[in-house]
Every structure is written in structure tokens, then in C-alpha cells.
């Protein structure tokens, strides 16, 4: 995925806001993830927002 190695920060724009509800890697899960985590393999990231919302946040995470 596009997504890995990369932080939120890179990740969020204006054009493609990602609301981020919880986070968990290696199994522990936090509810807010700092906006510099880089992500990693295996990261697991629960999206919130309208159908419209989680499609772009999702097809930028995934494609760039």
C-alpha cells in the first residue's frame, strides 16, 4: 500500500481528509494515533466518516 512509510501528516489534504477513529499494531490499539506515526505493514487503521469520505481516504492510503 501506498500508505506505508508514510505519516497522516503526509497522507491528509484538504481534497482528502482522513479521520483516523482508532489504530492498532502488533495487536495493541490506541484510540488517537500521533499525526507523525509512520505507518508499517500490518498497521491497522479504523476510518470514520461518510461512504463518500472513507472511499477517498481509502483509494489515498492505498494508491497515493
Known amino acids: 500500500a501506498y500508505a506505508i512509510g508514510h ?3 503526509e497522507l491528509i489534504t484538504e ?5 483516523v477513529s482508532s ?7 490506541c484510540e488517537q ?16 466518516g461518510t461512504n ?3 472511499y477517498n ?3 489515498r492510503l492505498l494508491q497515493g
Open 23 to 29: 489504530f492498532t499494531r502488533q495487536g495493541f490499539k
Open 33 to 48: 494515533i500521533a499525526s507523525h506515526t509512520v505507518l508499517q505493514p500490518g498497521d491497522i487503521l479504523v476510518l470514520e
Open 52 to 54: 463518500e469520505e472513507i
Open 57 to 59: 481516504a481509502e483509494e
Open 15 to 19: 481534497d482528502t481528509p482522513i479521520n
Open 7 to 9: 505519516t497522516l501528516e
